[in-house]
């Protein structure tokens, strides 16, 4: 079963390193610099998958301090966000534990909200869009 993750993520790291599909710029040069899928970016960098199933954290600035992500929030929030994206890493996605608790941030649904403003809709929550959080 590794191998056939390592061969579908070296696959969608192609097709993003070549500019196809939808991608953009900076998820090309991920793809050919890191050699990773890149699943996950915001102001302050982004986070991306080997082929290894390492989930690799790139600083905005400097990228050269790139690291492996360790922290369970970062890592989950990496996976659920690239399977919205690539649906087949969904089994990756970690199941809830028997000891996490419910995100008190969006009660479960794993998307914060904000009742005063409605429009504002699927915004990213601390738990990673798991409705849970691992125990500490």
């Known amino acids: 079963m590794a191998n056939e993750w390592k ?3 070296r696959q969608l790291i192609q097709v993003i390193a070549d500019g196809h599909g939808k991608s953009y710029p900076w998820e090309q040069d991920i793809a050919r610099e890191y050699n990773a899928l890149p699943l996950y970016g915001d102001m302050g960098g982004y986070l991306a998958l080997r082929p290894d199933l390492e989930i690799i954290a790139i ?3 400097p990228r050269d301090t790139m690291h492996v992500e ?6 989950n929030v990496a996976l659920v966000r690239g399977s919205k994206r690539f649906p087949q890493l969904a089994e990756l996605i970690p199941k809830r534990p028997s000891d996490a ?3 008190p ?3 479960g649904t794993g998307i914060f909200t904000i009742p ?4 504002l809709k699927n915004l990213g ?12």
Do not use: F
Not at 70 to 75: A, G, H, I, Q, S
Not at 125 to 136: F, Q
């Open 59 to 61: 600083p905005e600035d």
């Open 101 to 103: 608790h419910t995100c």
């Open 70 to 75: 360790t922290d369970p929030l970062w890592r």
């Open 7 to 9: 061969d579908l993520i």
């Open 105 to 107: 941030s969006c009660n």
């Open 125 to 136: 929550c601390s738990c990673g869009g798991l409705g849970w959080l691992p125990k500490e």
């Open 116 to 119: 005063e403003m409605p429009a």
